[in-house]
Structure formats: C-alpha cells, structure tokens
C-alpha cells in the first residue's frame, strides 16, 4: 500500500498560534497521488471574528454560530489523519493550530509533517515567490475561493501531486521526514543550508525579511544553537517572526562583551520589528556650564544628545543632581548659580550651606569663578580613557573595546602580532560606534562583573 497524506488547510481567528481557533477546515486523503476521501466543515471558534478576518475569508461570527465546535469534529479529523502525514503549504502553522485543538480537549495530536512551501522550494527553485497563490500561477494550478478552506486545500492537493511527480521515488520526501532533519521544524522561507552554514561561535545574528530588511537582532554566545532556538518556541511572537524571516546574516565577534554592543548598535541603527528591549532612546542629562549676564560661571542639569558643552552626563536626572551637589559642596560653589533652586535672592539651600556669598554680591565674580573652573577641571579629569581587551575571531587575533574620556569610542580587531599602545594606534583601526545608553550600561556591568582591572589606561 502506498504512503497516504492528509493535505489540510484550516482558517482561523487570525491570532497567531497561542489563542487561535479555527473557524474552517478541510482535509484531503491521498494514497500516493489518489484521493480516497475528503472531509470540510465549518468551526464555531466560540470567540469573536475579527472584522479583518472576514474582510480575508469571508467567514463571520453568524456563519460559524450554528457550526460544529472542534470537540464535535475531532473524531472525524483523527479518523481521517489516521496513518497519513499531515501535509500543508507552511505546516507549521496548520499543525500547531490543529494539535493545540486537540490539546484544549485533552487529547495529544501528533503526525509525521511535510510542508509544501519548503517542498516547492526544493523541487522548484529560483520562483519569485512560494505563497500559494503565486506557486499556483507559476505552475498553472487553478485556484478559486483563495483564503476559504476547501479552495486552498484544492490547489494545495494538486501542487503535492506535481511534487510526487517529480519525487517519483520519495527520496526528497523522505529526507524531509528524517527524524534528524531539521526542514519540518524550520520556518518556510528559510533553507536548511543556509542553518547548517552558522558558525557555532560568539557574535550576532540578523532575521531579515524578503526586502532584505532587518526584522530582528540578536547576540548569542553560539550563534547557531541561538538561532534554532527561535524556530522551537511556539510563542506567537516567535512563530511570526519565523514565517517573516527569509534570510540571516551574522557577524563572528569573538566574545560575548563585542556581541553586546554590536547588537545595541544595531537595534539602534535598524530598530527591527520583532526587538523590543533597548528600542526606546533614553536622553542623558549633562552638567554644563555657561556664563551670564554678570559674568558669573554657572553650572547647570540639561537634557540633549549632545555633549559638545557637557562637563559630565548621567542617565537620570536624580544622579545628575547629586553629582552637582557633591561638586558644590566640594567647591564651596553657590547652590543659586549651579541651577539648584530657583530663588533670586541669597540662597538657601537645604543641604548646601557652604556658598561664600556670590550670591549676594559679598564675594567678587572673578574669586567664584576660579573655584567654579576648578570644579569643571576635576570633573573632567575624572573621564578615563581605556581599552578592554578580549578574546578575538581566531586564535592569533585579540579585540578590544575603546572607551575615550569616559565615552565609548567603539572596537575592533587586532593580530597578537601588533603593537599598539597610544590612544592614537586604537582610534586608527577601531571601528567607530554609537555612545548610547545602553552600551554604557553594557560597559560598566562587564567591568563591575570583571572587576577594574579589565581596563588598561592609555
């Protein structure tokens, strides 16, 4: 007896995997390339249709109410699937659905798979496009009633049976089914080629879609074993992700510490649709100076990107304060003319009791002035320039991390071979990044982790 195949479509609620119902299925039994039965029925989901589900389908909440539920439906669908694989165009998603109404019943609903997207991909390379409706058009398979159950399924039926002609002996089948193939759990646009080819080393990886667009950026410490794990979590997040990917790209970093920033770099850069950490820009707070109208030296909190005035800049405004604080009461500086209260009069500030009088004019201008300069210069002085030196691609190669009066300068690659000791040697060959935020924050947590003696003075 020949293998039998059960080619299924279903229509659904339209929520990804988790929490979507079907309203729609229909099955198809073939042994070999003969059909023995077929089986399509409506499903009462027992929750709303959304508007734009019927606006695809053209199923809506009064045509499924006197419907069969799926409990009242799962026997004929066992019955039926029973010693056939499961065939259908982007698998993934009709097995899901199908086996999480099984799950909800209580009952544990597995088959073999194929899927007919990746299928086509292999027996018919070099198309445009995979959907369905545009294989159908490539290889004059008629499709009518395109997103209703029964219409799909038809051309589904006939695109297998073209792919059993050209598979006469199931040996591109058959190594779909493999128990160690990965092609039934990978997304459908993706080749299992193009998985086996990631390194399994530190670095990122980028999902794009099929404009070659970033979608997603990731860092892992082995870059391969990272990105099959997306394709085997079945959140909705995840299973959306898999079926927009088309391509990935990846960057071998060496260690963990690169990896880190080059993924904040470019989610920064790229801003991907399926990130969702480090996405929302935070503004630092800098403490600046500026002299005004009586010439006296001022210091002040401001929020901006820019740093071109900036004596030091902290990520919120409660730090900002309290370094400005601590450099008032170092300084003797007046509470008033560092933007810490608003009074035009003499100040009085709670905490800062040591102004010599700037403020009402019983100290001159130009004594405040010195120590306001003072202040500036030592802030300043606090801003370290060092590297950070780490594990590199290859084995004669190390990395390292610049990080230029207290910024983040970037990093970069250098052979063990080299020497490069003077800020100037690292900023000729780095590779020049974004100071965000998040790459500082990235920095200090390594070096607390590491410990200060991670970075080397220059």
Same mark, same amino acid.
């Given at each position: 007896?020949?293998?039998?195949?059960?080619?299924?479509?279903?229509? #659904?609620?339209?929520?990804?995997?988790?929490?979507?119902?079907?309203?729609?299925?229909?099955?198809?039994?073939?042994?070999?390339?003969?059909?023995?039965?077929?089986?399509?029925?409506?499903?009462?989901?027992?929750?709303?249709?959304?508007?734009?589900?019927?606006?695809?389908?053209?199923?809506?909440?009064?045509?499924?109410?006197?419907?069969?539920?799926?409990?009242?439906?799962? =026997?004929?669908?066992?019955?039926?699937?029973?010693? =056939?694989?499961?065939? =259908?165009?982007?698998?993934?998603?009709?097995?899901?659905?199908?086996? *999480?109404?099984?799950?909800?019943?209580?009952?544990?609903?597995?088959?073999?798979?194929?899927? #007919?997207?990746?299928?086509?991909?292999?027996?018919?390379?070099?198309?445009?496009?995979?959907?369905?409706?545009?294989?159908?058009?490539?290889?004059?398979?008629?499709?009518?009633?395109?997103?209703?159950?029964?219409?799909?399924?038809?051309?589904?039926?006939?695109?297998?049976?073209?792919?059993?002609?050209?598979?006469?002996?199931?040996?591109?089948?058959?190594?779909?089914?493999?128990?160690?193939?990965?092609?039934?759990?990978?997304?459908?646009?993706?080749?299992?080629?193009?998985?086996?080819?990631?390194?399994?080393?530190?670095?990122?990886?980028?999902?794009?879609?099929?404009?070659?667009?970033?979608?997603?950026?990731?860092?892992?410490?082995?870059?391969?074993?990272?990105?099959?794990?997306?394709?085997?979590?079945?959140?909705?997040?995840?299973?959306?992700?898999?079926?927009?990917?088309?391509?990935?790209?990846?960057?071998?970093?060496?260690?963990?510490?690169?990896?880190?920033?080059?993924?904040?770099?470019?989610?920064?850069?790229?801003?991907?649709?399926?990130?969702?950490?480090?996405?929302?820009?935070?503004?630092?707070?800098?403490?600046?100076?500026?002299? *005004?109208?009586?010439?006296?030296?001022?210091?002040?909190?401001?929020?901006?990107?820019?740093?071109?005035?900036?004596?030091?800049?902290?990520?919120?405004?409660?730090?900002?304060?309290?370094?400005?604080?601590?450099?008032?009461?170092?300084?003797?500086?007046?509470?008033?003319?560092? *933007?810490?209260?608003?009074?035009?009069?003499?100040?009085?500030?709670?905490?800062?009791?040591?102004?010599?009088?700037?403020?009402?004019?019983?100290?001159?201008?130009?004594?405040? *002035?010195?120590?306001?300069?003072? =202040?500036?210069?030592?802030?300043?002085?606090?801003?370290?320039?060092?590297?950070?030196?780490?594990?590199?691609?290859?084995?004669?190669?190390?990395?390292?991390?610049?990080?230029?009066?207290?910024?983040?300068?970037?990093?970069?690659?250098?052979?063990?071979?080299?020497?490069?000791?003077?800020?100037?040697?690292?900023?000729?060959?780095?590779?020049?990044?974004?100071?965000?935020?998040?790459?500082?924050?990235?920095?200090?947590?390594?070096?607390?982790?590491?410990?200060?003696?991670?970075?080397?003075?220059?």
């Amino acid at each position: 007896m020949e293998q039998r195949y059960a080619v299924i479509d279903v229509e #659904t609620t339209g929520k990804g995997i988790n929490g979507n119902r079907i309203t729609e299925i229909c099955i198809v039994l073939l042994e070999g390339k003969v059909i023995l039965d077929k089986y399509t029925t409506l499903v009462n989901p027992d929750q709303h249709i959304p508007n734009y589900i019927t606006g695809l389908t053209g199923i809506d909440n009064d045509l499924v109410h006197d419907a069969p539920a799926f409990d009242e439906i799962a =026997a004929r669908i066992l019955e039926i699937t029973e010693g =056939a694989i499961f065939v =259908a165009h982007n698998v993934s998603f009709d097995y899901n659905v199908v086996r *999480n109404e099984f799950k909800a019943i209580g009952h544990n609903f597995v088959r073999k798979k194929l899927c #007919t997207v990746r299928l086509s991909r292999k027996i018919f390379p070099g198309l445009y496009s995979y959907s369905l409706g545009n294989l159908c058009t490539s290889l004059n398979i008629h499709l009518k009633n395109r997103h209703r159950a029964e219409g799909d399924t038809d051309a589904t039926v006939v695109l297998f049976q073209k792919i059993l002609e050209e598979d006469p002996d199931l040996s591109i089948i058959n190594s779909f089914l493999n128990i160690r193939s990965k092609q039934a759990t990978l997304p459908p646009h993706l080749k299992a080629e193009q998985i086996e080819a990631l390194p399994a080393s530190p670095g990122i990886y980028l999902f794009k879609d099929q404009k070659e667009k970033i979608i997603y950026a990731g860092k892992a410490k082995n870059i391969k074993q990272r990105v099959i794990s997306h394709f085997y979590d079945k959140k909705n997040k995840e299973y959306l992700l898999g079926q927009k990917t088309h391509t990935i790209d990846y960057e071998v970093t060496g260690n963990e510490l690169i990896a880190l920033l080059l993924e904040a770099e470019m989610i920064r850069k790229h801003y991907p649709e399926f990130n969702s950490a480090q996405k929302k820009p935070i503004v630092p707070f800098h403490i600046i100076s500026y002299t *005004n109208r009586r010439g006296i030296l001022q210091l002040a909190i401001d929020q901006s990107y820019s740093a071109d005035t900036s004596i030091e800049f902290y990520y919120s405004r409660a730090d900002a304060v309290a370094a400005l604080e601590q450099l008032c009461i170092a300084f003797d500086l007046c509470p008033r003319y560092c *933007n810490l209260q608003q009074s035009t009069a003499r100040c009085s500030h709670y905490k800062i009791k040591s102004c010599k009088g700037v403020c009402s004019q019983e100290e001159a201008v130009e004594a405040y *002035n010195v120590r306001v300069q003072k =202040a500036m210069e030592s802030s300043l002085s606090k801003k370290m320039s060092y590297i950070i030196k780490e594990k590199g691609r290859t084995g004669d190669e190390q990395s390292f991390v610049l990080v230029k009066d207290g910024i983040y300068r970037g990093y970069g690659f250098i052979d063990e071979t080299t020497q490069v000791a003077q800020s100037e040697d690292f900023e000729e060959i780095v590779r020049l990044q974004t100071h965000t935020y998040h790459t500082s924050k990235i920095i200090t947590s390594y070096i607390r982790k590491r410990g200060d003696e991670v970075m080397i003075p220059l």
